[in-house]
């Protein structure tokens, strides 16, 4: 799938028109995916945060409608805070960085491995628990540049009952595969297993450098040495269409018409745009346009 493919079916999803939802990109391997579990485990025991309240006015992560324990992790950030929500929420990757190498030293190489990351989190479902659908904008803009976001999932522990939802299918993500989750579908997560699940999630500006070393399955070219690329575009984990994919969905959004939300409306206006064939050839950058144009605006 070369990068104009890519994006047309990035913007099918997001346009709710059975485009690309989410695939298996590339392995981590055994050896380094053991110490980056490692490392998470002490992570969450060393610093215990409390569950977001589905009912903070504060909290901007509060939007998702969490059931049960929802734990976010901010690993990205410009202090050093594993709480601070504003560094996960700024769309530039200029300022931060994982402050606690000395500690968990596997997960910071990790980190440093993607330096397109706007952010990097770490996210716990506990035992049953789950987050409500929802969906978020992928097309956006830097002043005269068109861009997107793409999101990055890293299942660290799981359990055989957990699932993914995006656009009323289910998947079921396995431990060690870095997957690629298109966030302009509209998804949802649920753990109604006994153990914990816990997910490294990161969005990225998607340089040209990062469709090459992650995206591109044709080409074996990586990034590190502890990562490895899959081969296809197939290997998703896809369970079923009509089950309880469709039950969330319609459960939560059947009550009132998609085009009625202003998320809705936001992220349909990126699309037509890119669909009109603004910027339609020069929507991947390289790191360095993303770097001098963050650094132009302040960012």
């Known amino acids: ?41 002490r992570l969450i025991t060393a610093y215990p945060i409390p569950a977001i309240d589905p009912k903070s006015t504060t909290d901007k992560s509060a939007y998702v409608q969490p059931k049960g324990e929802y734990l976010y992790w901010s690993l990205l950030t410009k ?35 993607f330096p397109e990351a706007m952010n990097f989190t770490l996210r716990g479902l506990s035992k049953a628990s789950s987050v409500s659908p929802h969906e978020e904008r992928n097309f956006h803009r830097l002043d005269d540049l068109t861009y997107i976001r793409v999101r990055l999932h890293l299942p660290i522990t799981t359990t055989p009952e957990s699932r993914m939802m995006l656009g009323g299918r289910i998947y079921h993500y396995e431990a060690r595969k870095i997957y690629y989750f298109n966030n302009g579908c509209v998804h949802a997560a649920s753990n109604p297993g006994q153990g914990s699940r816990l997910h490294l999630i990161w969005d990225l500006f998607l340089t040209r450098e990062l469709y090459g070393d992650v995206f591109d399955q044709d080409s074996k070219q990586t990034r590190a040495p502890f990562l490895r690329k899959i081969g ?65 605006n302040g960012q």
């Open 1 to 41: 799938m070369n990068e104009a493919n890519l994006i047309e079916e990035i913007r099918k999803g997001a346009y709710h028109l059975d485009g690309l939802a989410t695939y298996a990109c590339v392995e981590v391997e055994e050896g380094f995916f053991l110490r980056i579990r490692e490392d998470v485990l």
């Open 79 to 113: 202090g050093g805070d594993f709480t601070d929500k504003a560094s996960a929420y700024s769309k530039t990757f200029l300022g931060k960085a994982f402050h606690h190498d000395d500690e968990f030293p596997a997960l910071g190489e990790f980190i440093r491995a």
């Open 232 to 296: 296809n575009y197939d290997d998703t984990g896809y369970i079923d269409v009509y089950g309880r994919g469709a039950y969330l969905f319609n459960s939560r959004l059947g009550k009132l018409p998609q085009w009625t939300v202003p998320w809705f409306w936001n992220n349909l206006w990126r699309c037509a745009e890119f669909h009109a064939g603004k910027d339609r050839n020069a929507m991947v950058h390289d790191r360095e346009t993303f770097h001098k144009k963050l650094s132009t």
